[in-house]
């Protein structure tokens, strides 16, 4: 690969036609993305149509001087003269107008961003970049977005300061269900199934589900192909620490004679033990095996949408993290690090995670008029997953020592009904309904008992926008009613029936200060129930090393969440974005630590017990982009957040520390890959002390640090075939620090240096 990068040259782009135009349509005064609008090459009478989220791209392209037609329905047409000697970008603003036409062909769309909040989107190269580590570690090159870990290889988004059930991940458009209860129980998803992943800051409760008090996480698939023919993309990266290797490839075909499109998808993933700058953490390696379908049968006005996916993956758990008794538990907190060095390995023992999740998803959408649409997606949800501590069990029978200590079922079944529909010229709005039903039991163990539980909720949004207004307005109202049914844990059978209903609503404004600069500002109040594991754990937690105290007294969350953002840029120079957060949270649940370890019959671990109290967390994100020198640019981040109970009158735990990331980015090779320019890129993250945290803590936050990174990504082509590369080292330094946010400091520092390579191979084969 590092022949690949230095030794070929970048001159050998194909000057046959082979060249493709892509880009994205959008809507000239509200900037958003204009669906199924014709985009024609005059001079060749070339053409496709741009999919739901307004993109398109064209192939098979000579070289040459080019007229570019762009036509929608309600708009006026778009010419623009392109000298095309190179893949292109062009994205395309058309001018709405007067003119209503009857007919109108529409296809489902998946969920949408919010309109007015705060949000950042992760795609291409910055999103390739840390496909490998997760969807937690890809989330944490966005500004806001940290992670809440357990050990090294597992990891939890948190958006400012709230993480598990308080984020909601849709994996192309349903609602990722499973055994996201545990702080250690990370996202069932594999990102390479993602073309772009989009963060909502702040409470979605409205369009999402009443739980999204923190923010919603969209992962959006590539849309499936317009054009006939057959393509697709490969993966492969490699990294040093651990010195684990992925696969993954997607291939992708469409009827030349039939509106039927499809697609297959598939990774794998293998890595050993990880390593410290001083020492081998035993027992951290991963197994991944995932498979993914979805197909397309788009006739006029109709489009029906399938999709399946399979997630597997072996997590092992640092065998250090079990300790037998309660003096050995002391001494190794206060230690800090493992009693031996440890040794590299691919053997994954005990303590061990196993967890499989299947989804299947079926969507069905109409064009009931030229503006109005209506969809109904039906999906199901299997997700099994399995614990095993570091102790071997006592029984006689030789069978079952290889059995899980915990295992649990739940299986999902959801319906979702919406009505998209524009009233006038200046409003668009949604109406619709979901019902969730979900059945769970454990198999082994007692951890939480055997429940049920019956979603049912409503909502109503509508934005207003008018054509040369600086304002834009978005309100929302939303009802939510659950029904709980808890049945026995372990031996007691406690049937007891748990009921909670209430309503969200938001409103949010925008205001455009001039043709750089927008105001966001949203206020709304949104609720969460207590899930089971709040309300009844009682056991030791293998996965996260602890013994968990349920609470069922705890009383729904109430929050009442403020944020103003302004952003700006200028195109090719700067850009910046400054938001500040104000959320009030009545019932804030947490999970408290008991301030001495228990004993158990399988060791001695860490206690916790779940609590609620009224909570304040107000913080500042911010995210700038500037150009320095021609293609030299300085980009800033920086997290500052402080999280208090205000009945304790005394600071949240795990909230994060303050963050800054400071970097240098150079690009080249802009006008020979205009779509993927190459970049070599260098950045320090310094991470303060976390000094806002509660002294019931089993040990102090850890000192602060600063950690080095690099990174480069280049484009060349090998004769026809275009390569994309990546090489970036994270530690640059091996600089030895620890993460408040990781569950697992009070045992280990996080891993060292760590050399990834990467190649990705697109490919195209259009009917010719």
């Not at 398109?56 to 047409?77: A, F, K, N, W």
Request: hydrophobic share 35%.
């Amino acid at each position: 690969m590092l022949w690949l990068v230095i030794g070929l040259p970048a001159q050998l782009l194909a000057q046959d036609c082979n060249l493709s135009l892509r880009g994205q349509v959008l809507n000239a005064d509200t900037g958003l993305p204009m669906p199924y609008a014709g985009i024609i090459i005059k001079e060749t009478q070339q053409g496709v149509q741009s999919d739901e989220h307004g993109h398109y791209q064209i192939e098979r392209i000579c070289p040459g001087e080019y007229t570019i037609v762009c036509s929608h329905l309600g708009c006026d047409h778009a010419e623009q003269k392109l000298q095309l000697q190179r893949n292109a970008v062009l994205n395309i603003a058309m001018k709405e107008n007067a003119v209503t036409l009857e007919n109108l062909v529409v296809t489902g769309s998946s969920n949408k961003k919010a309109g007015t909040q705060t949000s950042s989107e992760l795609s291409g190269v910055e999103l390739d970049a840390g496909r490998g580590m997760g969807l937690g570690e890809s989330l944490k090159r966005l500004s806001g977005v940290s992670t809440l870990n357990t050990g090294a290889t597992i990891s939890k988004p948190v958006i400012q300061g709230l993480h598990s059930n308080r984020i909601l991940i849709f994996n192309n458009g349903v609602r990722l269900e499973g055994q996201q209860w545990g702080n250690e129980h990370a996202p069932e998803v594999d990102p390479f199934t993602a073309e772009r992943i989009t963060v909502v800051k702040g409470a979605a409760s409205v369009r999402y589900g009443a739980d999204a008090l923190g923010g919603i996480i969209l992962l959006e698939p590539k849309p499936i192909r317009q054009t006939p023919g057959i393509g697709g993309e490969a993966h492969l990266q490699g990294y040093s620490n651990g010195r684990g290797g992925i696969t993954s490839g997607m291939l992708e075909g469409k009827l030349a004679k039939l509106p039927l499109s499809g697609r297959i998808q598939g990774t794998l993933k293998r890595a050993g033990n990880l390593q410290t700058p001083n020492y081998y953490l035993n027992n951290t390696g991963v197994s991944e095996s995932n498979f993914s379908w979805s197909g397309k049968f788009q006739p006029e006005h109709w489009v029906l949408e399938t999709f399946y996916s399979r997630f597997f993956t072996q997590l092992g758990i640092l065998r250090d993290s079990h300790i037998g008794n309660l003096t050995d538990l002391s001494n190794a907190i206060e230690r800090g690090r493992p009693l031996q060095d440890g040794a590299f390995s691919y053997d994954l023992g005990r303590p061990l995670q196993k967890a499989m999740h299947e989804t299947f998803r079926v969507k069905l959408a109409h064009a009931l008029s030229e503006t109005d649409k209506l969809s109904l997606q039906l999906s199901r949800q299997f997700n099994r997953r399995q614990e095993y501590d570091a102790h071997r069990r006592f029984n006689t029978l030789p069978e079952t020592l290889d059995d899980p200590n915990i295992e649990f079922e739940i299986t999902t079944w959801a319906a979702e009904l919406n009505w998209d529909h524009r009233l006038g010229r200046n409003w668009r709005g949604a109406l619709g309904s979901n019902a969730q039903k979900q059945i769970n039991t454990v198999d082994r163990g007692a951890l939480i008992p055997n429940f049920d539980n019956f979603d049912w909720g409503v909502y109503w949004t509508e934005r207003r926008f008018k054509n040369g207004s600086p304002w834009e307005y978005e309100f929302g109202l939303r009802y939510d009613l659950r029904h709980l049914h808890v049945a026995e844990q372990g031996t007691n059978n406690l049937n007891e029936d748990r009921d909670f209903q209430n309503w969200s609503a938001s409103l949010g404004v925008v205001y455009a200060l001039n043709e750089a600069w927008k105001l966001r500002f949203n206020t709304g109040s949104a609720w969460r129930s207590p899930l089971v594991n709040e309300l009844y754990s009682s056991g030791v937690h293998h996965g996260s090393a602890s013994y968990e105290e349920g609470n069922s007294d705890l009383q729904a969350e109430r929050g009442f969440n403020n944020s103003l953002t302004l952003e700006g840029t200028r195109s090719g120079r700067w850009s910046m974005a400054l938001t500040t957060y104000y959320n009030l949270i009545n019932n804030f649940i947490y999970l408290q630590p008991r301030g001495e370890a228990q004993l158990t019959i399988r060791g001695a671990f860490p206690a916790f017990d779940y609590d609620q109290a009224d909570a304040r967390i107000m913080g500042i994100d911010w995210m700038g982009d500037f150009a320095l020198y021609k293609t030299l640019h300085l980009e800033s981040k920086a997290s500052l957040l402080s999280g208090w109970n205000r009945e304790l009158k005394d600071y949240l735990i795990y909230m994060p520390p303050l963050r800054f990331e400071q970097g240098l980015k150079w690009g080249f090779n802009e006008k020979k890959q205009a779509d993927h320019p190459s970049f070599v890129r260098i950045s320090a993250l310094w991470v303060l002390q976390q000094k806002q945290a509660p002294t019931t803590d089993y040990a102090p936050p850890p000192a602060g640090f600063v950690r080095l990174d690099a990174e480069l990504f280049h484009t060349l082509m090998w004769g026809k075939q275009r390569l994309e590369v990546g090489i970036s080292v994270s530690n640059l330094l091996n600089t030895e620090y620890r993460e408040y946010l990781n569950r697992f400091r009070y045992f280990s520092a996080e891993p060292g240096r760590n050399l990834s390579l990467r190649l990705k191979v697109p490919f195209n084969f259009s009917r010719g």
